[in-house]
């Protein structure tokens, strides 16, 4: 199978402040003040055509952010992304504009897709069916619920019909039965061979839905290999992560913090 993305080395850095004196005096002094946190450090991998990924990890581990890296919608700091392809990313309330109805934002984002006018007139009747919307389509998305707006990207996503395609907790939020249709549309592009980024919290639909797991902790990669093998490894980690008590948790999580805050390269 053909290489579908690469992902070299790949790092995302925020710049942390204390307060808003500490953001102006950066300003004025770069570097002087407020300190660099490695949200993503130094991931590589590659992935195949057909390949669906689960991305797991504890809550702020970074699978949100290298999701928005590999679907193009922040650089990342360092490194590079190769993806062979076009990319759509399905996240609640991604790309979504909220001052816009739902109709409106069809067509902005068929246009921002390159489409003709008459392929937008062909697709958006698609599009509002898929949504299950119905008159909300034509309200303000601001006045959607995260459902809601979970299911206006993802009926303008799979319309797209991109070849590689992040899903990023987008099927969690919305209806049981919507949650069914967008898993049912998900396993048609996994049997067209399409490549798939899977990122959720539920770990059994994870297991069954992925081939492939990366398992990300603190920012870095813990993991890459065969659902079977990994997802045992992160199950017996949650398992002993959830019998540690409060205080032994929140000092795992520190020493994460810490290395992330000062580098891999220069631990305390
Ligand atoms: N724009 C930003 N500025 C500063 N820090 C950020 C920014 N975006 C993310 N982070 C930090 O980067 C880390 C990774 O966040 P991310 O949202 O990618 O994690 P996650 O694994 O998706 O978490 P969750 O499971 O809670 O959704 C977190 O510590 C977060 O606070």
Redesign the pocket.
Request: proline share 0%.
């Given at each position: 199978m053909a290489e579908s993305v690469i992902i070299k080395n790949v790092s995302k850095k925020?710049r942390?402040y204390r307060s808003k004196k500490e953001q102006i005096g950066d300003l004025l002094f770069p570097g002087k003040m407020g300190s660099d946190?490695n949200?993503i450090d130094g991931i590589s991998f590659a992935v195949e055509e057909g390949d669906v990924v689960g991305l797991v990890?504890?809550?702020?581990?970074?699978?949100?952010?290298?999701s928005n890296m590999i679907g193009g919608i922040i650089p990342p700091s360092s490194g590079e992304i190769i993806a062979k392809g076009e990319v759509n990313v399905i996240a609640i309330n991604a790309g979504l504009n909220n001052q816009l109805t739902g109709i409106e934002n069809i067509e902005f984002k068929c246009l921002l897709m390159g489409y003709s006018k008459e392929k937008i007139d062909e697709v958006t009747p698609q599009i509002v069916e898929f949504s299950e919307l119905g008159d909300f389509i034509y309200q303000p998305v601001k006045k959607y619920s995260s459902g809601m707006k979970s299911k206006l990207g993802f009926a303008i996503s799979v319309t797209a019909d991109p070849d590689i395609i992040v899903i990023d907790?987008a099927l969690s939020v919305g209806d049981q039965t919507f949650a069914d249709k967008s898993l049912a549309k998900m396993n048609e592009y996994k049997k067209r061979g399409k490549t798939i980024f899977f990122?959720s919290?539920n770990l059994r639909q994870v297991t069954s839905f992925c081939n492939k797991i990366a398992w990300?902790e603190g920012?870095q990669l813990r993991e890459f290999g065969p659902t079977n093998v990994v997802m045992k490894n992160y199950n017996d980690f949650i398992k002993q992560y959830n019998k540690l008590s409060y205080e032994d948790q929140k000092a795992f999580q520190k020493k994460l913090a810490d290395r992330r805050k000062y580098g891999s390269k220069k631990k305390k």
């Open positions: 925020y942390m946190f949200a990890g504890i809550n702020g581990s970074g699978k949100s952010t290298l907790e990122v919290h990300i920012g």
